[in-house]
């Protein structure tokens, strides 16, 4: 593994918030000493109509023996963030700023909204929420892709009180409905259909199954209401000028939509109902702004629920010194909505900072494997946004596509969702950052509301495949299995003994799980379920999930680690390496391994990366097993599902809950593909 460390771009940018190291670690230690001082200058930049006590600003209970798990942050303050997402920004002068350009999926399809736009049709659709009989502490559940009609429905929830409960639009009816079961949805916000690719969905349809099934689990969704979305695509492509005309360009589709009359509303028709001003709601710093389902990666997902005045701070300051955000800059994250990462970096820390950002509809692969770059170069993005498994399948198509478009403008390029591997990251490095951007690997998790280790780009030396060092507010710890903390040069479990502003506060409606899953392995500390070494350096590189470690011969190693050593051979586009039980060592390495575009999976392939891992890691890293697989099985945000993988490799059919999975079919043609012998 390269241990090459690479120098911020502050050497070119004089600029940066955060220009040295020296300067991180002091603030860094202010926010650990002086916790309370810290976040309230930041909070003090936010409008709060009923002030917060500097004195008694954040209080919490780790300990499970000493009592419930309780985290609060600013308790008695009111205030509500759409407001200061948007009238603050308004009356600060912003208006006209565009808020999101809106890319789609056709690139002939392209839109804008400023700052006053966005306030207007969010108050319009908080009058439309409130119509329909929302009030304070109701959930609404959001169904949606990548339009503009996504983001004002999220804010119109945070205006009014109301908690929204995104659901990735790609989900099958069944997670749909089994999550607005659980959260007990007044109104599911949708959209006729949508286009990924040149592939249709119809996703209202999906909606109305989703409904049928949630009545069987006790839950009768009342209200929904649809964005008509596809009518209007087909108007753009027509006319090329890529704006949102008036309904009359419309083609009526109403008879093609399924329908259920005194269910079911035309958002358009709601929305030219209602005035466009509506007074928000002052919430309690310690109301819910929203719940939202981790990706399932490990098991049932989980409804993370956060709250309105830390995840506001959190949000807001992670997304200025991670991307080093200045005004003028134009940014992009290219994940759904429907993720935390959507939440935290496309919705509220970009707003919360008055920034201008893309919104993306489609793929990285339509119309061509530029499309990313080609984005980039159309509205000069200066902060990029992905993730692993997106910068692994572009790496494939080689560099003629990246170089096909002008990428002077970036300044940061940020990672996300898994450990990228220190040869995705070099490629990212080299050839979308052309060794002039700082890359941000930022770790973090649905429960976390935002960054908790990363790079910053002003100031952090980087070494590819390490996320660095803790976010200020944070800090990490490492404990064996005996539960005792490691000092220095070391791996354990990740784990954290205080709280930071933007951290969940309980799963919904279920606080014992929340203590469960969480904070009783280890009583006094919240514990991510990943893994991590600190180098000699200081350096945090997360190794993967605990329950991905390997025992071979009382060698622990990490999953992560085998993997990177399988994907720097030239032929491998993607590897994940799961443990099998065995009789003599405890456990041996089982690796799935995806060749290359064009590149046929042969024994001579698969005998030379059983000697590369042999010759870096040791002998007795060597594996048993190296199987070809065509694809793998990935959640809907992109990561490998390795518990998945062990069954396969076990020839267990009893995979458990792969609702989450985007093509589940792929699991069948592993189990196919399992070499006869093993
Ligand atoms: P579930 O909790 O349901 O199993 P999930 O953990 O995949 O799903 P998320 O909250 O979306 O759901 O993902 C957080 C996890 O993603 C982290 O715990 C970690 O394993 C992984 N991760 C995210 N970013 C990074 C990163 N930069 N480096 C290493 N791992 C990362
Ligand atoms: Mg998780």
Same mark, same amino acid.
């Given at each position: ?396 198509? &080689?560099?003629?596509? =990246?170089?096909?478009?002008?990428? !002077?403008? %970036?300044? +940061?390029? @940020? ?122 350096? &200081?350096?945090?590189? =997360?190794?993967?999930?605990?329950? !991905?470690? %390997?025992? +071979?011969? @009382? ?124």
């Amino acid at each position: 593994m390269s241990r090459n460390v690479y120098l911020p771009y502050s050497v070119t940018s004089e600029k940066a918030h955060i220009k040295s190291m020296e300067q991180y670690r002091e603030m860094h230690k202010k926010s650990l000493e002086s916790t309370a001082q810290f976040w309230s200058e930041i909070a003090s930049q936010f409008h709060w109509e009923t002030p917060y006590d500097v004195n008694n600003f954040y209080s919490y209970n780790f300990d499970v023996t000493k009592g419930p798990v309780q985290i609060k942050w600013m308790e008695g303050a009111t205030t509500n963030v759409c407001y200061n997402l948007l009238d603050k920004n308004v009356r600060n002068g912003m208006g006209d700023k565009v808020a999101f350009y809106w890319e789609g999926n056709d690139p002939e399809d392209y839109s804008k909204i400023t700052y006053k736009k966005l306030l207007e049709e969010v108050c319009r659709f908080s009058n439309v929420l409130k119509s329909k009989g929302v009030v304070k502490g109701d959930r609404v559940a959001i169904y949606m892709p990548m339009v503009f009609e996504i983001v004002i429905a999220i804010l119109s929830c945070a205006r009014i009180g109301a908690v929204h409960s995104i659901v990735f639009a790609g989900f099958s009816s069944d997670s749909l409905a089994e999550r607005m079961a659980d959260c007990k949805c007044k109104v599911l916000v949708t959209a006729d259909s949508v286009y990924r690719g040149d592939k249709l969905l119809n996703i209202k349809s999906l909606c109305d199954i989703a409904m049928d099934k949630a009545k069987n689990f006790g839950h009768e969704v009342p209200t929904c209401i649809v964005v008509r979305h596809l009518p209007r695509l087909y108007r753009s492509m027509n006319t090329s000028n890529g704006t949102n005309g008036s309904n009359s360009d419309i083609i009526d589709l109403h008879s093609d939509v399924p329908w259920t009359d005194g269910r079911d509303y035309w958002w358009h028709d709601e929305m030219d109902d209602v005035e466009p001003s509506c007074y928000p709601v002052w919430m309690s710093a310690e109301d819910p702004l929203f719940m939202l389902y981790t990706s399932g990666s490990t098991g049932k997902p989980k409804g993370v629920l956060h709250t309105t005045g830390g995840y506001l701070l959190y949000a807001a300051t992670t997304f200025k010194y991670v991307f080093d955000y200045h005004p003028g800059d134009v940014y992009w994250c290219t994940a759904d909505i429907g993720w935390i990462t959507g939440h935290s970096y496309v919705v509220y820390g970009p707003l919360a900072n008055g920034a201008t950002s893309v919104i993306f509809e489609g793929t990285p692969f339509y119309p061509d494997n530029g499309r990313y770059w080609s984005i980039i170069e159309k509205y000069k993005v200066t902060q990029f946004y992905t993730a692993p498994t997106a910068i692994r399948a572009l790496m494939k198509f &080689g560099e003629e596509p =990246v170089k096909k478009h002008n990428l !002077d403008s %970036l300044k +940061v390029l @940020g990672s996300v969702g898994e450990p990228i591997n220190p040869e995705a990251w070099l490629w990212y490095y080299q050839n979308i950052g052309q060794e002039r951007c700082s890359i941000a690997d930022t770790f973090w998790q649905t429960e976390t509301g935002g960054h908790v280790i990363t790079p910053l780009p002003g100031c952090t030396p980087m070494k590819p495949g390490s996320a660095s060092f803790p976010f200020f507010g944070v800090k990490p710890i490492l404990l064996d299995e005996s539960g005792k903390e490691i000092e220095g040069v070391g791996e354990g479990y990740l784990v954290f003994n205080k709280p930071w502003p933007g951290m969940m506060r309980t799963l919904f409606g279920n606080h014992e799980r929340f203590q469960s899953v969480y904070f009783s392995k280890f009583p006094g500390y919240y514990c991510t379920g990943d893994g991590a070494r600190r180098d000699e350096d &200081g350096y945090f590189w =997360v190794t993967g999930r605990v329950d !991905d470690m %390997l025992n +071979v011969s @009382g060698h622990l190693m990490s999953t992560a680690e085998v993997e990177s050593v399988l994907t720097e051979h030239p032929d491998v586009s993607e590897a994940a390496v799961v443990s099998r039980p065995h009789p003599v060592k405890g456990e041996c390495l089982y690796c799935f391994v995806t060749p290359n575009h064009g590149v046929t999976f042969t024994p001579k392939l698969s005998s030379e990366l059983v000697k590369k891992v042999r010759e870096s890691i040791g002998p007795f890293a060597m594996p048993d097993v190296i199987q070809h697989a065509p694809g793998l099985p990935k959640t809907r945000s992109g990561k490998i599902m390795r518990r998945v993988l062990r069954k396969v490799a076990i020839n267990d059919r009893e995979v458990g809950d792969i609702s989450t999975l985007a093509d589940e079919h792929i699991v069948e043609e592993l189990f196919k593909n399992r070499p006869e012998k093993s």
